[in-house]
C-alpha cells in the first residue's frame, strides 16, 4: 500500500486550471482498482492519496502522469507499508507481514 501526498509547487490558480484533468486521472485510476481513497488536505496546500499496488516503479509511474505533475504544479512524495490493519471495509487490503 502507498501514500502518496502532493504539494503544490505553483500558486493555487494554476492548481485549479488542470483541476478537470486532474480528477479526470483521479477517475481512471479509481476505475482500475488503484486508488482507494484520495482528498485534499487541510489547509489547502495538496492532497493525500491512498493507493494499492505491489510495484513501488508503477506507482511512481501513474504519479508522474499527473496532470498536476505533468505540468509542474505539485511535487509527489511516497510513502510505502505495510497494512497489517484496516477497518472492516478494507481487510481486502490487509497484508501479512514479510
Not at 478537470?20 to 482528498?39: K, M, N, P
Not at 495538496?46 to 510495484?55: F, M, R, S, T, W
Amino acid at each position: 500500500m502507498f501514500v502518496l501526498e502532493l504539494t503544490y509547487t505553483a500558486p493555487v490558480e494554476r492548481v485549479d486550471a488542470l483541476m478537470r484533468e486532474h480528477i479526470a486521472w483521479l477517475d481512471e485510476q479509481y476505475a482500475t482498482g488503484v486508488f482507494i481513497a484520495s482528498g485534499r488536505k487541510n489547509p489547502r496546500d495538496g492532497g493525500v492519496i491512498l493507493a494499492v499496488g505491489e510495484d513501488r516503479a508503477a506507482i511512481e509511474r501513474i504519479a508522474a502522469d499527473d496532470p498536476f505533475a505533468e505540468h509542474g504544479v505539485c511535487a509527489y512524495r511516497i510513502t510505502e507499508f505495510i497494512a497489517t490493519r484496516t477497518a472492516p471495509g478494507l481487510a481486502p487490503y490487509q497484508q501479512p507481514l514479510p
